[in-house]
């Protein structure tokens, strides 16, 4: 069962796999509905405690197996190929079109108790198709723990459709081989739904794949204004679409927004890649503070050859032969064919009774910079983030190790897991008391759970602390849902003063617009 259990401070979760549904229609152009399933699988209910294995990571399991990525394996490759790749689950499926409504048949291989759990079934007409996924995703988590919290109703509300067409333009951009026709699908996926982020995301990595840096750019950028904390948009889609706006700024040469981006990923989940590149942005901007971040990703992967050399580069430009021949001695350990590490490495050592021509000098190598995101490592790790975050925090302030937890614990609540997040923002309390981040939290744990007078009482008590917008919001939702408008306006007037670009507040700027003005309307006459 999915859920908080504690082993060593460790949150253990459970492993998932979603094959794409068979088309059970008669009805023709409906293939692309069946690839879909996965996708948005994936997107709603990959948390930190329900690890959802990504498309590349299935198709990996599909190459070792010897299955062409098209076809529908039998029930017997099915168990195979979940065996190999250690899941506790697999979702299998079907869709029918009968012309007015689609129905879909959804059942949970339970590889654990080796017994396939009894199906469900959600049917709607073929445009309310995003809350029929929402509908079975919520019946998947129900199956696999019956005390799941949150009503079906409120969970299907809580996930934003993605327009039908724009999905369609996604997956078929997703199933695309030449990186033209993806563009062209994703493109126009994020143009019939501006707030696509994954489509987003997408788009700007096929554009950093061909060097188009500033659109790249341009098209991650996108997430930031359009990503929040919502089921259907996890801050793991904002983490990778910052990684790659990282890269891709790196390579246009804005470092000021490289370095801004990936310290967005840094402070939400600290990854030895990050780390490093930020060191090496941070020697490209003549910053000191580069031989500490690679400091830091050595701490976190002692083993990656490339950190060890990138300290070496930073420590034989500050004149620390000594510590730059240790770095690169260490690199050449894991990487010994390495010619770049040797070249370096000879330049600072050498040889008995070889003179050194005046003036002449070794051109110092550049710094390696990281360029793959390991989706799969990445939320494999956040299934142990308890006991990872406890290691790597040990040497942190509190500060970043309360802001870590709230970042946790917020994916938690978003994905409906009030217990668990509430967990992560008292841990996030007692680590850094000074903070008002989880305290106006765990007001949104009691807001999500309909104890308004709990969520009242914590928002006023981060308040006391210090102000913050995200409490006023906090307040000034709960007063619109007590109708209480003029107390609502204050608290939404005091969030937006503390932080004009909220976008919680400006929406509720505009609810509350929209209720005065409902409320003003003359009655009409009979």
Do not use: C
């Amino acid at each position: 069962m999915v859920g908080r259990n504690i082993v060593g401070g460790t949150i253990v979760g459970h492993t998932m796999v979603v094959i794409p549904f068979e088309n059970d229609s008669a009805v023709p152009g409906l293939e692309w509905l069946g690839e879909s399933f996965p996708e948005t699988f994936h997107e709603q209910l990959n948390s930190p405690i329900l690890y959802v294995s990504s498309r590349d990571e299935r198709l990996r399991a599909y190459d070792r197996q010897g299955i062409p990525a098209s076809v529908h394996p039998s029930r017997a490759t099915l168990y195979r190929l979940a065996e190999q790749m250690d899941v506790d689950y697999t979702v299998l499926g079907s869709y029918k079109y009968d012309g007015a409504r689609l129905t879909a048949v959804a059942q949970l291989l339970d590889m654990r108790a080796q017994k396939l759990l009894p199906a469900v079934t959600e049917s709607a007409p073929l445009a309310d198709f995003g809350a029929l996924q929402s509908a079975l995703a919520w019946d998947l988590l129900h199956l696999i723990r019956a005390d799941f919290s949150v009503p079906k109703d409120r969970y299907i509300a809580s996930v934003t459709p993605v327009r039908l067409d724009a999905l369609e333009n996604y997956i078929h951009g997703m199933l695309a081989a030449r990186a033209e026709e993806k563009v062209q699908r994703y493109r126009e996926a994020t143009r019939l739904n501006p707030d696509y982020a994954q489509a987003w995301v997408e788009l700007g990595k096929t554009y950093y794949a061909q060097r188009n840096y500033e659109l790249a750019i341009a098209a991650l950028s996108q997430v930031q204004q359009s990503s929040s904390d919502s089921v259907s948009t996890s801050g793991a889609v904002a983490r990778e679409a910052n990684f790659y706006l990282g890269l891709a700024a790196y390579d246009h040469g804005d470092f000021a927004k490289s370095e801004s981006a990936f310290e967005f990923v840094a402070a939400r989940l600290p990854l030895a890649e990050v780390y490093n590149n930020l060191g090496v942005v941070a020697a490209r901007r003549d910053h000191k503070k580069a031989g500490g971040y690679f400091e830091r990703a050595i701490q976190n992967d002692p083993s990656d050859p490339d950190y060890h050399f990138n300290m070496g580069v930073t420590l034989s430009q500050a004149g620390d032969r000594a510590g730059a021949n240790r770095e690169l001695h260490t690199a050449l350990e894991y990487r010994p064919n390495d010619a770049e590490t040797k070249m370096l490495l000879d330049s600072l050592t050498p040889a008995a009774g070889s003179i050194v021509p005046s003036g002449l000098t070794t051109k110092t190598p550049l710094e390696r910079i990281k360029r793959n995101y390991e989706e799969d490592a990445f939320r494999q790790m956040t299934m142990q983030m308890g006991s990872w975050a406890e290691q790597q925090f040990a040497r942190s302030d509190p500060r970043a190790h309360a802001r870590f937890q709230v970042e946790l614990g917020k994916e938690l609540l978003a994905h409906g897991f009030t217990t668990e997040a509430e967990a992560e923002f008292q841990h996030a309390v007692e680590v850094d008391p000074s903070s008002t981040a989880p305290v106006t939290a765990i007001a949104e744990v009691y807001e999500a759970r309909g104890d308004a007078r709990q969520a009242r009482a914590q928002a006023e008590a981060s308040l006391r602390i210090r102000e913050s917008a995200e409490a006023y919001v906090v307040l000034a939702r709960l007063d619109l849902s007590e109708n209480r408008m003029e107390s609502a306006a204050q608290n939404i007037n005091r969030a937006l003063q503390l932080e004009p670009g909220n976008l919680a507040g400006q929406d509720l700027k505009r609810t509350l617009a929209a209720k005065l003005a409902e409320k003003a309307q003359p009655l009409s006459q009979p």
